[in-house]
């Protein structure tokens, strides 16, 4: 789904909707706007239940001031009306207390981008204007005078954050992916040092395999390419709706039986993804007219390198990346369930990712199904797409446990003699 395709008052309900049952505001909280060429300016109710916002209750702004709809619009108007008078660019506004950036907005600190690199590439810099009273002009002032100097994301002291961008969902995607960066290093301050990129490291991010890649044209789609691309949808959505990866972060593929595989597409929203929306991949070419991801290569290496592997998904759960951002390490003997999945799962560097990835796909094993990217993802194989996602989800399970456990008074490890019995009981590989 295209929310450009939507009526603006339908594109707010849907974006409130989501930002209200992902718990990133309250029935009170937040507002929303879009502003069209002409300079009307569509923007959510104030004093509505956020939770459950129709189309009749958005209001109308005309140029003049004039307001139609049966509800005052946002006492927050006077800052969005002096965001678009000062940013021409920015066509919407987003406006909320998601509760881990509210967290940082107290304690008067701004995120760490520089632990996550999707995140500093969908964010860009971030500021944190002052505290003022909320629905004040004054507090439209301080926010503007932010946007003017060229920010698209603002913290506001005990309060939240207001983001602008050139439509809807590229606020909402900057919105959710600092909630998440946010909620990550809460994480990681539980578990070790946090560890940050330089500027050098990563520009190696930059990558463009995905986009120079040869067009083909498929001919027909088989009965077994069709029933992969339907399952891929249904676990990409399940790992939305689980936080596992963000709307336009994370990467799954499958293998087919004939040597192609499918994968995510670059920038799609994952939470409305379509089996068209998903690449096919032959050898070194792409489907015709179609973007895969960044991480199209790496998938393409794993595949080459391990016959066995038929389904790798990468994704940012919150709590297995506490272990991606800092020095802390992963380990997978808590319970037999976690051992028996993940094995004995290791960390890579954040370059060798994007300088060795040849050496990053021989890492995958038997016994190391599962990898953590430092500063960038976790990587999960399988057999099967189900196996894969099984250890996706068993491993973020893992680390809410160990986290969880540090916080409770320790962490006993099950024994060495207990995981030879495992593996003896269980006839794993060596």
Request: hydrophobic share 40%.
């Amino acid at each position: 789904m295209k929310l450009d395709y939507l009526h603006p008052a339908d594109q707010l309900v849907a974006i409130m909707k989501r930002i209200y049952d992902n718990g990133l505001t309250t029935t009170s909280g937040g507002n929303l706007s879009i502003m069209e060429d002409n300079g009307d300016v569509w923007i959510t109710p104030s004093g509505i239940d956020k939770g459950a916002l129709s189309r009749s209750d958005i209001c109308l702004v005309k140029p003049d001031g004039t307001v139609f709809g049966p509800h005052k619009p946002s006492m927050e108007l006077p800052s969005h009306a002096m965001i678009y008078k000062k940013r021409p660019d920015i066509r919407a506004i987003l406006h909320a207390h998601p509760p881990r950036l509210v967290a940082f907005s107290v304690a008067r600190r701004l995120p760490e981008l520089n632990i996550l690199s999707n995140a500093r590439h969908a964010c860009g810099k971030i500021v944190m204007a002052p505290y003022t009273i909320l629905g004040s002009q004054e507090l439209g002032d301080v926010i503007a005078d932010e946007f003017t100097q060229g920010y698209n994301i603002v913290v506001l002291e005990n309060h939240g954050l207001v983001v602008g961008g050139g439509n809807l969902f590229d606020c909402f995607m900057k919105f959710e992916t600092l909630e998440a960066l946010a909620k990550t290093q809460i994480n990681a301050g539980k578990c070790g040092t946090l560890k940050t990129f330089t500027d050098a490291e990563f520009a190696l991010t930059s990558v463009r395999d995905h986009m120079n890649m040869i067009d083909f044209v498929v001919s027909n789609h088989s009965a077994e390419e069709c029933a992969a691309r339907r399952d891929m949808v249904t676990f990409m959505k399940r790992a939305y709706k689980q936080g596992l990866l963000g709307s336009t972060s994370g990467t799954f593929s499958a293998r087919l039986s004939n040597g192609m595989f499918l994968i995510t597409p670059y920038g799609s929203d994952r939470a409305y993804l379509s089996e068209e929306d998903l690449v096919l991949i032959h050898g070194d070419r792409k489907e015709y007219g179609k973007t895969p991801s960044r991480s199209v290569r790496m998938h393409k290496l794993i595949y080459d390198r391990h016959p066995a592997i038929n389904a790798v998904l990468g994704a940012q759960p919150p709590h297995a990346m506490a272990f991606a951002v800092t020095d802390a390490a992963f380990d997978t003997r808590i319970i037999p369930e976690s051992y028996i999945q993940l094995r004995n799962m290791r960390k890579v560097g954040f370059t060798e990712l994007f300088t060795n990835a040849e050496t990053v796909a021989d890492a995958f094993s038997e016994q190391t199904p599962v990898i953590i990217c430092e500063n960038n993802q976790v990587l999960a194989t399988g057999g099967t797409l189900l196996h894969a996602f099984d250890r996706l989800e068993v491993c973020e399970a893992t680390a809410y446990s160990i986290i969880a456990a540090r916080e409770i008074g320790g962490l006993v490890h099950i024994t060495d003699e207990e995981i030879a019995a495992i593996d003896k009981a269980f006839n794993l590989p060596d």
